[in-house]
């Protein structure tokens, strides 16, 4: 457990549905991070926040997609009118950013799977 | 693609010997970081090593980073089963849109 928690764990949906992630990160973290992971690939980036300040979104994510973080602390994900290809395990991960390094905390993964 | 490449893809050994994975990238990077998952679970961080580094060490874990070539190799020493899990580097990237790119992933498979 590295202390990242994220709700549901797992959800299905029909497409064409809207569905919503929360990722709680360690409590001192500055830094939160979204990616989107499918079978046998790694985590691909999606967005990053410092504090409640979303500093990145990648050009792979489209308009359907959008995520906040109110007050610099959770965070969520929201995914509407859902599509098939957005069935994926999605990653939360936090981190305290310091002037050395940068280490990030996972939590365990919302799975996503669009019927 | 966004993402860096590893090598091989899947690994199988014994236990006890060494496992050796490498990671190939593609632009400058501020640091390069190592990453364990088991299946369907999330990441788990094993080791940072900044761009003016060349090898780093934790535990049974030997990284090392050629940034003339692009590429890091992950050493494991001595497996154990336990070790059987996917293994990805994350580069951080000093430009660029995306922060942290992730690799394919070695599989790596220890047999007891």
């Known amino acids: 457990d590295t202390g990242v928690s994220q709700d549901p764990r797992h959800k299905i949906t029909k497409r064409g549905q809207n569905v919503t992630f929360r990722c709680d990160p360690i409590?001192?973290?500055?830094?939160l991070y979204w990616y989107r992971q499918t079978l046998g690939q790694g985590p691909e980036f999606l967005t990053y926040?410092?504090?409640?300040?979303?500093?990145?979104k990648s050009r792979l994510l489209s308009d359907r997609f959008s995520a906040e973080r109110p007050k610099g602390s959770f965070s969520t994900l929201e995914i509407q009118r859902t599509e098939q290809g957005d069935s994926a395990m999605y990653l939360c991960a936090s981190s305290l950013v310091t002037a050395v390094q940068e280490t990030q905390y996972f939590g365990p993964g919302t799975r996503l799977l669009v019927l | 693609s966004q993402q860096g490449e590893e090598d091989p893809q899947a690994l199988s050994i014994q236990e006890g010997e060494n496992a050796t994975m490498n990671c190939s990238y593609k632009t400058s990077i501020n640091n390069l970081q190592w990453y364990r998952q088991n299946s369907g679970r999330g990441l788990v961080h094993l080791i940072l090593?900044?761009?003016?580094?060349r090898e780093k060490h934790s535990g049974r874990l030997r990284v090392t980073l050629d940034t003339s070539k692009k590429s890091s190799s992950l050493l494991i020493t001595a497996s154990r089963a336990a070790d059987t899990a996917s293994y990805f580097c994350a580069t951080e990237y000093t430009s660029g849109t995306y922060k942290y790119i992730f690799g394919t992933g070695t599989r790596l498979k220890v047999l007891a």
């Open positions: 409590s001192e973290h500055n830094r």
């Open positions: 090593i900044r761009s003016n580094e």
């Open positions: 926040f410092q504090n409640e300040a979303q500093l990145e």
